[in-house]
T-cell receptor
Framework: DAMVIQNPRYQVTQFGKPVTLSCSQT?????MYWYQQKSSQAPKLLFH???????NEADTPDNFQSRRPNTSFCFLDIRSPGLGDAAMYLC??????????????FGDGTRLSIL | KNEVEQSPQNLTAQEGEFITINCSYS?????LHWLQQHPGGGIVSLFM???GKKKHGRLIATINIQEKHSSLHITASHPRDSAVYIC??????????FGEGTQLTVNP
């Protein structure tokens, strides 16, 4: 089945140690999103790619970076994770056609813990 | 003030009951998502609608554009429906503005 796959499901890293989360999709969607969701809160958009065009949200910390080497893959890099970065990270995709009116398809998320 | 307001925040029902979750939204939102999230899990998109009504199994979503209001209904509720249901409005650039979610618990 076509889907959005996030790896790993659970990631533990040390304070300050760089970590990379990955997302792949078989939907051939042009748009890919990264969200951060802290406990009992709504997801917060960090950034999104429209094809290769990177769109950063104004309040996303510089500590968070992203790469999209091809249509299928997108990575979230946290350069120096702090305790406050412990959260669920969700990847989503949507089709470019009718950009604003296409549903977003979410992955199962990666839960990041910081020691 | 959030652009998307959901109610109720918490809802407890008995198995078999008809459930309604409401969502009001502000100007600038072109479509609405209804999303489901189980504890510790990812998000499943249930519906996206910009007009009318959609049905999938026991789930029905309606939207009234004039009143800027949407509802999610669950018929014949079941304990496996227990989850957080989130209403999210689509704004410019396909961004989602999320409601605070409704925690639904269906007891057997």
């Amino acid at each position: 089945d076509a889907m959005v796959i996030q790896n790993p499901r659970y990631q533990v890293t040390q304070f300050g140690k760089p970590v990379t989360l990955s997302c792949s999709q078989t939907l051939n969607h042009n748009v890919m999103y990264w969200y951060q969701q802290k406990s009992s809160q709504a997801p917060k958009l960090l950034f999104h790619y429209y094809d290769k065009d990177f769109n950063n949200e104004a309040d996303t910390p510089d500590n968070f970076q992203s790469r999209r080497p091809n249509t299928s893959f997108c990575f979230l890099d946290i350069r120096s994770p702090g305790l406050g970065d412990a959260a669920m990270y969700l990847c989503a995709t949507s089709s470019k056609q009718g950009y604003s009116n296409q549903p977003q398809h979410f992955g199962d998320g990666t839960r990041l813990s910081i020691l | 003030k959030n652009e998307v307001e959901q109610s109720p925040q918490n809802l407890t029902a008995q198995e078999g009951e008809f459930i309604t979750i409401n969502c009001s939204y502000s100007v600038g939102i072109s479509a609405l998502h209804w999303l489901q999230q189980h504890p510790g899990g990812g998000i499943v998109s249930l519906f996206m609608l910009s007009s009318g009504k959609k049905k999938h199994g026991r789930l029905i979503a309606t939207i009234n554009i004039q009143e800027k209001h949407s509802s999610l209904h669950i018929t014949a509720s079941h304990p496996r429906d227990s989850a957080v249901y989130i209403c999210a409005g689509v704004t410019s650039g396909s961004r989602l503005t999320f409601g605070e979610g409704t925690q639904l618990t269906v007891n057997p």
